[in-house]
């Protein structure tokens, strides 16, 4: 089963950017896409941002179009997301995950890929704190 890594998290002030990571290792060939999601303290897991593996297709929440990129490099099965004009309302446990499917109808990309239950396997999560 793929297993992955993220890093890059840490503490930013409003107005700054941060870029997270995640190492995928093992069985990486059957990566369809990654996503990132993020938990905020007592908040449910939300949809960040997706990409597909072949094709880059990128997909983002609307909290963060505009302000976020997502980017993959297949030589090093590493996925980033670049996060510029943080706001403290970012503030959260930042997980990727990959699915090895893609969605039954391409008409419902976005939800499919929006979706956590898609997912499977999860990292470990990095912190992200944006102070005011």
């Known amino acids: 089963q793929v297993q992955l890594v993220e890093s890059g998290g840490g503490l930013v002030q409003a107005g700054g950017s941060l870029r997270l990571s995640c190492v995928a290792s093992?069985?990486?060939?059957?990566?369809?896409?990654m996503g990132w999601f993020r938990q905020a303290p007592g908040k449910e897991r939300e949809f960040v941002s997706a990409i597909t593996w072949s094709s880059g297709e990128s997909y983002y929440a609307d909290s963060v179009k505009g302000r976020f990129t997502i980017s993959r490099d297949n030589a090093k099965d590493t996925v980033y997301l670049q996060m510029n004009s943080l706001e403290p309302e970012d503030t959260a446990v930042y997980y990727c995950?990959?699915?090895?499917?893609?969605?039954?109808?391409?008409?419902?990309?976005?939800?499919?890929?929006?979706?956590?239950?898609?997912?499977?396997?999860w990292g470990q999560g990095t912190q992200v704190t944006v102070s005011s």
């Open positions: 093992r069985g990486t060939f059957s990566i369809h896409a």
């Open positions: 995950a990959t699915t090895p499917r893609g969605p039954p109808t391409y008409s419902i990309r976005r939800y499919y890929y929006a979706r956590a239950t898609t997912y499977n396997p």
